[in-house]
């Protein structure tokens, strides 16, 4: 079996902590299955800013670029809030970005049984909830040209943005989405206001499509995406997978990630064209309240190396045992700090990834 070619880019804050965490599931697993990992491991952002002077090194880009996955903590933190703008350590995950090419933006919502009463809504709601959006991250609003603040010269300015997306760049992220899909429940939503906009209406008709040409065996749907905000809160259950634009998906992405209620728990990843490597971090930042307390949650950057494994390196297996022996810690009533619940134990960072490779290896006993 090939190696699997993986850079580590801890970052800032917890980053570190965390990633410390991932590495540990890695060991477990080199120990324990057939997979093998180079880990090749960097400094991305401030702390890139320190070792090199800029937020991204050259020669951190090129190792990314040959790897099969990239698992990052966090960036950015106070001791970098005074820094030239253009080398601030966000600056270094926008640049990872757009060389990558990582135009399509995965974020689920799960809900774990044991953290049902973490979610804002009622529990029948949300139990067993299992949606993925899929959101444009190169495109739309956020790039177009013309852009910017003129001044109109009788006292008033004016801004303003171009919400542009081309046939290619719909069908891409398009295709991204169903064929996800076919692995799920075969389910795509897509969302546009294609009612009151051009960039919309053919979005719309580039998916229908596109769906008509390869994938008519995937059930789908069309929804305003004011409409798909309310029903993600109304019936969020009807979803599998949506699909939408970079503004939309800005939006809708972080609303339904809340309906899971805790954002210790929640990962994401970023790909680009077929055979590139993908990128895959946490939705949380760097938590410089917390750095180096050991009070970091660490189930948002194992989980998203579980996404690494199911959608870069082709091993859905083992992604299905991290994430069951996520839910059996959390069945456990092991918590960290960020989802404690009456009636459960709180235990620190390093112990959450330790609870999690004692669940892997209970787990393979009894599959034994
Ligand atoms: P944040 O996500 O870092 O923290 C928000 C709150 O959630 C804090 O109270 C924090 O303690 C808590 N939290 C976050 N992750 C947690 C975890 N894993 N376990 C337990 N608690 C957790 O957002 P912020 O405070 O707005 O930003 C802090 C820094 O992170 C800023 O410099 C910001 O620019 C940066 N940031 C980076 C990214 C990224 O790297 N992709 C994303 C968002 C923010």
């Known amino acids: 079996m090939s190696m699997h070619k993986l850079v580590l880019l801890p970052g800032d804050g917890i980053g570190p902590e965390v990633m410390a ?6 060991g477990w697993l080199e120990q324990n299955t057939d997979a093998s990992f180079g880990a090749w491991e960097d400094a991305l952002g401030g702390a890139s800013i320190d070792k090199y002077g800029v937020p991204l090194a050259d020669e951190v880009l090129e190792a990314c670029r040959n790897a099969d996955a990239i698992i990052m903590g966090s960036v950015g933190g106070p001791k970098w809030d005074g820094v030239d703008y253009n080398i601030r350590p966000e600056a270094g995950l926008l640049k990872l ?11 689920p919502a799960i809900v774990f049984d044991a953290l049902v009463d973490a979610s804002t809504l009622k529990p029948e709601i949300v139990k067993g909830l299992d949606i993925l959006i899929v959101r444009e991250l190169t495109g739309g609003v956020y790039f177009g040209e013309p852009r910017g603040i ?7 300015r004016r801004g303003f943005n171009t919400q542009t997306y081309t046939t290619s760049e719909i069908r891409r992220v398009g295709a991204v989405a169903f064929e996800l899909a076919r692995k799920r429940q075969n389910r795509v ?39 798909c905000a309310m029903q993600l809160l109304r019936n969020p259950q009807q979803f599998d997978v949506i699909v939408t634009d970079n503004l939309f998906g800005d939006i809708l992405s972080d609303e339904a990630a809340m309906l899971t209620g805790s954002l210790g728990m929640l990962p994401s990843a970023s790909l680009g064209k077929p055979g590139t490597p993908g990128l895959y971090e946490p939705v949380h930042g760097s938590a410089p309240d917390i750095a180096g307390q050991g009070k970091a949650n660490p189930l948002a950057t194992i989980l998203s190396f579980a996404m690494a494994l199911r959608y870069s390196l082709n091993r859905g297996d083992l992604a299905d045992r991290i994430e069951t022996a996520a839910q059996d810690v959390l069945s456990q009533g092991l918590r960290t700090a960020d989802i404690m619940a009456d009636g459960c134990k709180e235990i620190s960072t390093s112990e959450m990834g330790d609870a999690l490779v004692s669940a892997l290896t209970q787990a393979m006993a009894e599959a034994a």
């Open 97 to 107: 970005r757009k060389e990558l090419d990582l135009f399509a933006n995965l974020r």
């Open 189 to 227: 939503c897509s969302a546009e206001k294609a009612n009151v906009m051009e960039s919309g209406k053919l979005w719309r008709e580039e998916i229908t499509k596109l769906h008509g040409e390869k994938y008519d065996d995937v059930e789908l749907s069309h929804m305003y995406a004011d409409n």
């Open 150 to 156: 003129e001044d109109l010269g009788n006292g008033e």
């Open 21 to 26: 965490e991932v590495r540990k599931i890695i």
